[in-house]
């Protein structure tokens, strides 16, 4: 029986955890978020790879369409169904999946936005500035906003929420010696210093489903204060809570008071979480819902030749760093520990044919963590199909220490047919997978956390900016074999950890620039993941739902990401 407002069921099913968050989940395994150092910030863009995972911001509309056309309309219910029940809308606590993520568009606010064009603009924050050296940020509120309780958002109430999110251990390997205070400075104006540079702190400010961006959104100090605060999300959202029936629906309704006059224009929005794609699909088509998300493939590609659908999707690229789905190598591992057989597996993987077989043959080969267009990407030299080259290294591996084999894993049976086609591919080369299991989500995460594990699928790296995935690639977060590490890979590489302080502390976007494609470089050399394509996430919607291709209008001009994996903004719909 679904719960009453606000409770999730104590019988809730267990979750499907991805790349969109699960740090609570890493927090329980590992016997508590202290003992832990991290919750749902720090890993909310980590995953198995699942039948498709969510890039990170996205392209226009593609199929059939307009979904923008036309004048906006006030009134009228949008029902929105979901790929998954989340766990609670605590930015501080909870772990931000992407369904959380909707639910806290609807009812919270950002202090930062990724705009269209990659960059982080202001959005509830009316500014976001930092001091010469990068040091000490300043955050300047609106005037004027409240709460859905009455309480004004000021510079009391973001501190107190500022230093709850940097007391937290949800936060505290992300932001680990670097906020060291948050002190009120005007009635609208906040100081954030910090213990180094920092130049991409106001990413993490806007809200997104990678890295540490749900610290962006502000949830009002009541809220934070009760105990069943996650379950009864407060924000300055354009809509207001009203009732959560897990599993079943969270509605809530337009709120009377928004800071942006006119909006939104919906006087209701209700999700519906539908975990079966097929159920989704069938959902929408019978008009059980008007919008749905998806990030598989086969679903994307059905989607794009239904007439009766508008569909949005980042098939054609992404903004920003997208999402990558790949198989995971543990380097400290034999026979993974040999970068010639990290080499052979990268030179045996035909790219093409996996995502002819596999993923509808939607995305191109991947290189490394960005993509042609992208600015931060550069041609970095990881292998292409080479079954010759391949298996000369097989050989000369063999000559030294015997034959390859090592066990696969990947969460539930999803991605079990990719796992088939590879292991048959690497089998041409001389290499063995000599089991592919498939546990559960918790269990595979589990042992990835530890490093109990030889190669795994997975997805990761989605971000506004790529220093959100600072954690990932340094070396700093490697450990031994049986302890927590969050460099997944334990690839230790002092070049990866150079560049990527560079990335963190130096201001200038040209030397941003080349330290992230010298850690893309440095990540082709070593061979941690063997990429299997980029990751895709859309949404489509009956024909008489609108304004929401395009992205969210921003106050000063210009608009956001119209879809940041398969999450839009939802200010702005309308419904005809």
Known sequence: MPSSTGSPAPDRPERTYDRRGFLGLTARLAGG??????????????????????????????GPGTASAGTPKRGGSLKIGIDAETNGLNPVASDFTSPAVYYARAVFDTLTIQASDGSVKPY?????????????????????????????LDADALVTYLNQVVASPTYSITLQKLIRSVSKTGNLSVSVKMGQPWVAFDAYLSGGTGGAAQLGFIPSPKMLADPNGANHPVGTGPFVFQRWDSNVQFVATRNPHYWRSGLPYLDQITFKPIPDETARIQTLD????DLIQTAAYDTIASLLHQSQFTVLSNV?????????????????VAPLDDVRVRRALASATDQRQLSRL???????????????????????????????KAQALVKAYQAEKGPISFPLITAGTTQLNQMQVLQQMWRKAGITVSSIDTPTSTAQISAILIGDYAASSWGQFSAPDP??????WSATTVAPLKKFAVNFARNADPEIEAALQVGRTNPDRSARIGAYQKVARR?????????????LGAVAARRNVAGYATGLSLPQGGRAAALNGSNIWLTEIWMS
Not at 35 to 61: E, F, I, R, V
Not at 316 to 332: C, R, Y
Not at 365 to 373: H, K, L, R, T, Y
Not at 528 to 533: A, L, R, S, V
């Open 33 to 62: 978020a202290a003992l832990l150092g991290g919750a749902p910030g720090l890993l909310a863009a980590c995953s198995s790879s699942g039948s498709g995972a969510s890039g990170s911001s996205g392209s226009p509309a593609s």
């Open 124 to 152: 509830l924050a009316q500014s976001v500035t930092p001091n010469a050296s990068y040091d000490v940020w300043t955050i300047t509120l609106r005037p004027g906003v409240v709460f859905h309780d009455g309480t004004p």
């Open 286 to 289: 019978a008009g059980g819902v």
């Open 316 to 332: 054609h690229g992404d903004v920003g760093e997208p999402s990558q789905n790949f198989i995971m190598l543990n380097t400290q």
């Open 358 to 388: 596999t993923e509808s043959n939607l995305v191109p080969p991947s290189s490394g963590p960005f993509e042609p267009g992208n600015p931060w990407y550069s041609p970095t030299g990881y292998p292409t199909f080479d079954l010759a």
């Open 467 to 472: 220093d959100m995935n600072y954690p990932f």
């Open 523 to 535: 990540l082709a050399a070593d061979v941690p993941y063997i990429w299997t394509g980029r990751a």
